[in-house]
């Protein structure tokens, strides 16, 4: 099983960006579209920049789409859950924001090494040292963060592929429960990989 957003070295301005810079670029245009993304046509203004983006930073269509595959079941889900507590548009923002968060984290990761990653937050959260906090360990708790998330995804993408092979009906007893299984299986090879580089 692959995660998502596995790095690929290239040449684009994206790629050539410090990692800090990406990392902070990437948390205050979140934070902007969460707060501004009010309605569809600020979500289709926010759809072509992040489009812009993946065109600077080289990433063709067909590997942006794999970063979005595995977001179906995740993105019908928080649809289904707006429309009834809310509204359609509501609902079209909330996904639509989610989906391009997510697209812009597959950036990042697609055009940044791990180890850059690291370098990067490890320097930006060193100030927390003074009260007696680890920088270097927050910073590899976010990067697993940012790892983990989209190989969830995946999990969930992978666990339903099964139940359609198998021709078995959507349930939560079908999905949710080898979805958690095969998780809580990724969160312990995580852990032996920790463990075996002396980090606890």
Excluded: N
């Excluded at 790629?15 to 990406?22: D, E, I, M, N, T």
């Excluded at 600077?56 to 009834?84: C, D, M, S, T, Y």
């Excluded at 950036?107 to 906090?133: C, E, F, N, Q, Y």
């Excluded at 920790?194 to 606890?200: E, P, Q, V």
């Amino acid at each position: 099983m692959s995660v998502l957003g596995i790095y690929r070295p290239g040449r684009s301005l994206v790629h050539r960006l410090p990692a800090g810079v990406k990392l902070l670029l990437l948390a205050v245009t979140i934070l902007v579209m969460a707060l501004l993304v009010t309605g569809p046509l600020r979500l289709a203004v926010a759809a072509l920049a992040v489009a812009g983006v993946y065109v600077l930073a080289a990433i063709g269509p067909r590997v942006a789409l794999e970063q979005l595959r595995p977001l179906v079941w995740v993105v019908g889900f928080v649809f289904v859950f707006q429309i009834v507590f809310t509204d359609w548009a509501r609902a079209v923002v909330v996904c639509g924001v989610l989906v391009l968060s997510v697209a812009l984290a597959a950036v990042v990761t697609l055009t940044t090494k791990t180890t850059a990653m690291l370098a990067a937050l490890t320097t930006m959260l060193s100030p927390l040292s003074r009260i007696g906090m680890r920088p270097s360990q927050i910073a590899l708790a976010m990067a697993l963060a940012i790892r983990a998330i989209p190989l969830m995804v995946e999990i969930i993408a992978l666990v339903d592929e099964a139940r359609r092979a198998r021709g078995l009906r959507f349930s939560p007893r079908v999905v949710v429960a080898p979805a958690v299984i095969a998780t809580l299986h990724a969160a312990d090879g995580f852990a032996e990989s920790l463990t075996a580089r002396g980090l606890d």
